[in-house]
């Protein structure tokens, strides 16, 4: 059984800064791409940056310049670094792996952790 595990959200100010970051465990054979995407009300949930096993990063127009995802394979861990916060980035932040596990097989599943609430106020 796996588990994504988010924390770091909270309530900041507009030009503030936060780092979500997101713990994989259980029985995982390797860690691929590894995502954060985000759900703001009434709105469809959006990726935000995704990092491959690589470092390879790809970042949406919006963040572009303020946010900085990385990882650490060691760890199964992934990270977002979010500076200079607007009003628009407040969503619900979902941290996402694509996870190879051993079972029967070799097998890719994709998992979402929870959420963490991200709110940024004027």
């Known amino acids: 059984q796996v588990q994504l595990v988010e924390s770091g959200g909270g309530l900041v100010q507009v030009g503030g800064s936060l780092r979500l970051s997101c713990a994989a465990s259980g029985s995982i054979f390797s860690i691929n791409a590894m995502g954060w995407y985000r759900q703001a009300p009434g709105k469809q949930r959006e990726l935000v940056a995704a990092i491959t096993r690589g470092d390879s990063t790809n970042y949406a127009d919006s963040v572009k310049g303020r946010f900085t995802i990385s990882r650490d394979n060691a760890k199964n861990t992934v990270y977002l670094q979010m500076n200079s916060l607007k009003p628009e980035d407040t969503a619900v932040y979902y941290c996402?792996?694509?996870?190879?596990?051993?079972?029967?097989?070799?097998?890719?599943?994709?998992?979402w952790g929870q959420g963490t609430q991200v709110t940024v106020s004027s």
């Open positions: 996402n792996a694509a996870i190879v596990v051993v079972t029967t097989s070799i097998i890719e599943y994709d998992y």
